[in-house]
């Protein structure tokens, strides 16, 4: 799924946890730094680079809560996901307060936590390639750019999102519902009266090349074919 293997800085006290993660991780083609308490994963974090922080709220000599405010100092998008014993509302809102992407419980089902894992990396500005050939075009994810030869058109944020989650989708039936849950996050009719406007202007940036296009499937959605190259 990714062109290297992302590496994730893994703050867990629970030394035979951690090793069973690791273990799990590293065999799933992540790289896994263990670290057994939270003053030597922010260590770590300082003089490392990371693509997703794992941490546990409850250790000894810096929490997890503590960690995630050192790591926010250094870098405020880093994926964050704490693992925690207590189902606490209060504990929830603290961690989603931090900036956390997620929440596992202890005990957590290994595979449920591998998912979040590559959802959240998915999802990453860093784990996006940066410059993407469309037919003619360049789509360059971090400028928010089209180009066509010596000629650029500036796009939108939710432009761009969309644009990413269909060439991630190309040539296969797109689910207007799907696509609505990803980049909204929720579907409503209001939501995919807004879709449809944007799709529009993508059709209008893109109708200098006629080898791709976005087709309509009537009560489904879409797909966007695109030239394999």
């Given at each position: 799924?990714?062109?290297?293997?992302?590496?994730?800085?893994?703050?867990?006290?629970?030394?035979?946890?951690?090793?069973?993660?690791?273990?799990?991780?590293?065999?799933?083609?992540?790289?896994?730094?263990?670290?057994?308490?939270?003053?030597?994963?922010?260590?770590?974090?300082?003089?490392?680079?990371?693509?997703?922080?794992?941490l546990?709220?409850?250790?000894?000599?810096?929490?997890?809560?503590?960690?995630?405010?050192?790591?926010?100092?250094?870098?405020?998008?880093?994926?964050?996901?704490?693992?925690?014993?207590?189902?606490?509302?209060?504990?929830?809102?603290?961690?989603?307060?931090l900036?956390?992407?997620?929440?596992?419980?202890?005990?957590?089902?290994?595979?449920?936590?591998?998912?979040?894992?590559?959802?959240?990396?998915r999802?990453?500005?860093?784990?996006?390639?940066?410059?993407?050939?469309?037919?003619?075009?360049?789509?360059?994810?971090?400028?928010?750019?089209?180009?066509?030869?010596?000629?650029?058109?500036?796009?939108?944020?939710?432009?761009?999102d969309?644009?990413?989650?269909?060439?991630?989708?190309?040539?296969?039936?797109?689910?207007?519902?799907?696509m609505?849950?990803?980049?909204?996050?929720?579907?409503?009719?209001?939501?995919?009266?807004?879709?449809?406007?944007?799709?529009?202007?993508?059709?209008?940036?893109?109708?200098?090349?006629?080898?791709?296009?976005?087709?309509?499937?009537?009560?489904?959605?879409?797909?966007?074919?695109?030239?394999?190259?």
């Amino acid at each position: 799924m990714f062109k290297e293997r992302p590496k994730i800085l893994l703050a867990e006290d629970d030394l035979h946890l951690g090793i069973l993660l690791v273990d799990y991780l590293e065999n799933e083609g992540f790289e896994v730094k263990l670290c057994k308490d939270g003053e030597l994963a922010l260590k770590a974090f300082q003089v490392g680079r990371f693509d997703l922080c794992l941490l546990d709220v409850m250790m000894p000599k810096l929490d997890g809560f503590s960690l995630a405010k050192g790591i926010r100092l250094k870098d405020k998008k880093i994926p964050l996901i704490f693992i925690t014993a207590k189902a606490l509302k209060e504990d929830k809102l603290k961690g989603y307060g931090l900036g956390a992407d997620d929440y596992i419980t202890k005990p957590f089902d290994e595979e449920e936590l591998l998912w979040k894992i590559k959802a959240i990396i998915r999802r990453s500005p860093a784990s996006i390639t940066e410059m993407i050939s469309l037919g003619e075009y360049i789509f360059d994810f971090h400028n928010q750019s089209l180009r066509l030869g010596e000629k650029t058109k500036r796009i939108t944020e939710k432009e761009r999102d969309i644009i990413h989650y269909l060439f991630n989708h190309r040539n296969q039936v797109i689910k207007r519902e799907a696509m609505l849950e990803e980049l909204w996050g929720e579907n409503d009719y209001f939501l995919g009266r807004s879709l449809d406007v944007f799709i529009t202007k993508i059709r209008k940036y893109l109708k200098e090349d006629p080898s791709i296009h976005i087709e309509n499937v009537f009560g489904v959605g879409f797909i966007f074919n695109v030239p394999e190259k």
